[in-house]
């Protein structure tokens, strides 16, 4: 079973506009990660947070964790039509696991 | 370049045939992976290995098995194909102390 689970499953967007995703997880965790997939490519790891840091700027990125809520957000700002691809994010305890994914669409 | 690559990109085989994907990183990783991603985008480790531990996800059937000459190179021997093997196997590697992990480009296997 996934470790965790995004909301939304699907977002589209206009560019310009922010896309905020939501990550809920299940177990207590060393870090949290976000990575990105466009379409028929690999992963690419975006940013990693902590379990002792609430938020972290990376670019257009900013990412937030609760612990308490056991949930993570990412907020990407002023989004281009390049951010169009899948976004997971993945919870690190002994072993590197994916949530479900976000697909995000940004219409030129 | 440095990165992790895998060969083939695209695989076509037949049920029961046996089978192995490449893998290979050259940024000095000490362990590597294998994932799996089937057709709704789910993503689910199935080995992890460095040069003193093999941790195998128990869910993964024992038709596969991870081959690792070196340090460098981690190949993902399948036997006895089956039509729900089918998805698209990425490699990784990480280092210890930076937990970002590196994934290659990935090998869609489809059985027919």
């Known amino acids: 079973s996934q470790q965790g689970e995004e909301d939304p499953q699907a977002l589209s967007i206009q560019e310009g506009e922010n896309a905020t995703m939501n990550c809920s997880y299940k177990?207590?965790?060393?870090?949290l990660q976000w990575y990105r997939q466009n379409s028929g490519r690999g992963l690419v790891h975006l940013i990693l947070?902590?379990?002792?840091?609430r938020e972290k700027h990376s670019g257009r990125l900013r990412v937030t964790l609760d612990t308490s809520k056991k949930s993570s957000s990412l907020l990407i700002t002023a989004s281009r039509a390049a951010d169009t691809a899948s976004y997971f994010c993945?919870?690190?305890?002994?072993?590197?696991?994916f949530g479900t994914g976000t697909r995000l669409q940004v219409f030129p | 370049d440095t990165a992790v690559s895998q060969t083939p990109k695209y695989l076509v085989t037949q049920m029961g045939n046996d089978k192995s994907i490449k893998c290979e990183q050259n940024?000095?990783?000490?362990?590597m992976y294998w994932y799996k991603q089937d057709s709704k985008k789910f993503l689910k480790i199935m080995f992890s290995?460095?040069?003193?531990?093999?941790?195998i996800n128990e869910t993964v059937p024992n038709r596969f098995s991870p081959k690792s000459p070196d340090k460098a190179h981690l190949n993902l021997h399948i036997n006895s194909l089956e039509l729900g093997d089918s998805a698209v196997y990425f490699c990784?590697?990480?280092?210890?102390?930076?937990?970002?992990?590196?994934f290659g480009s990935g090998t869609r296997l489809t059985v027919v």
């Open positions: 990784a590697s990480s280092t210890t102390g930076y937990y970002g992990y590196t």
């Open positions: 177990t207590s965790i060393n870090n």
């Open positions: 947070i902590r379990s002792n840091e």
């Open positions: 993945a919870t690190m305890v002994e072993e590197l696991i």
């Open positions: 940024l000095g990783h000490d362990t």
């Open positions: 290995y460095n040069n003193k531990e093999l941790i």
